[in-house]
T-cell receptor, first 111, second 113 residues
Framework: TQLLEQSPQFLSIQEGENLTVYCNSS?????LQWYRQEPGEGPVLLVT?????EVKKLKRLTFQFGDARKDSSLHITAAQPGDTGLYLC???????????FGAGTRLTVKP | EAQVTQNPRYLITVTGKKLTVTCSQN?????MSWYRQDPGLGLRQIYY???????DKGDVPEGYKVSRKEKRNFPLILESPSPNQTSLYFC????????????FGPGTRLTVT
């Protein structure tokens, strides 16, 4: 079982729709990061959230870290075809000095 | 340009033939790591290094070796590759002594027949 569970695994929507991707765990993380990966490339960091309850906005993307630092969500407003990609959440466990990744949410935005 | 480079990008090999995938970063980062990515499993950490001559096992270290003789390089060695090591491999680096905010290389697609 994954330490970080992402849902949904696949998401196909029309341009202009809103969507939310979830990243859940029973573990506490010192920070949580969201990456986006395009085919044939490595993941690229979108945002890092550190404080429980923290909300960060990146244009049409809104990221939230749960109060207990066990979960996070990514909300995209008015999705565009350019948002298509694999979205990965990753939690840093300070004590273990490692990063654990979710399996990812593959988003397709149709024009 | 700040980057993490990996070579080769694609490799097809046979069972048991030793291979090395190189990784180099030009950002003077202390932390480097290797991941493998498999469908439905996400990225799983193989090995990581917090500094020169300091390496440690990640989640799936069996069948792999690494070395960190220089700060910029972190090669991944498969002494005797097997078909279950067919995967997409990523090297990453981070500015701190942790996995915080990693920069990833472009990936190496390895097929072992």
């Amino acid at each position: 079982t994954q330490l970080l569970e992402q849902s949904p695994q696949f998401l196909s929507i029309q341009e202009g729709e809103n969507l939310t991707v979830y990243c859940n765990s029973s573990s506490v993380f010192s920070s949580l990061q969201w990456y986006r990966q395009e085919p044939g490339e490595g993941p690229v960091l979108l945002v890092t959230v550190v404080t429980g309850g923290e909300v960060k906005k990146l244009k049409r993307l809104t990221f939230q870290f749960g109060d207990a630092r066990k979960d996070s969500s990514l909300h995209i407003t008015a999705a565009q075809p350019g948002d298509t990609g694999l979205y990965l959440c990753a939690g840093e466990r300070t004590f273990y000095n490692d990063m654990r990744f979710g399996a990812g949410t593959r988003l397709t935005v149709k024009p | 340009e700040a980057q993490v480079t990996q070579n080769p990008r694609y490799l097809i090999t046979v069972t048991g033939k030793k291979l090395t995938v190189t990784c180099s970063q030009n950002m003077n980062h202390e932390y480097m790591s290797w991941y493998r990515q498999d469908p439905g499993l996400g990225l799983r950490q193989i090995y990581y290094s917090m500094n020169v001559e300091v390496t440690d096992k990640g989640d799936v270290p069996e069948g792999y070796k690494v070395s960190r003789k220089e700060k910029r390089n972190f090669p991944l060695i498969l002494e005797s590759p097997s078909p279950n090591q067919t995967s997409l491999y990523f090297c990453a680096s981070s500015g701190g002594r942790s996995s915080y905010e990693q920069y990833f290389g472009p990936g190496t697609r390895l097929t072992v027949t």
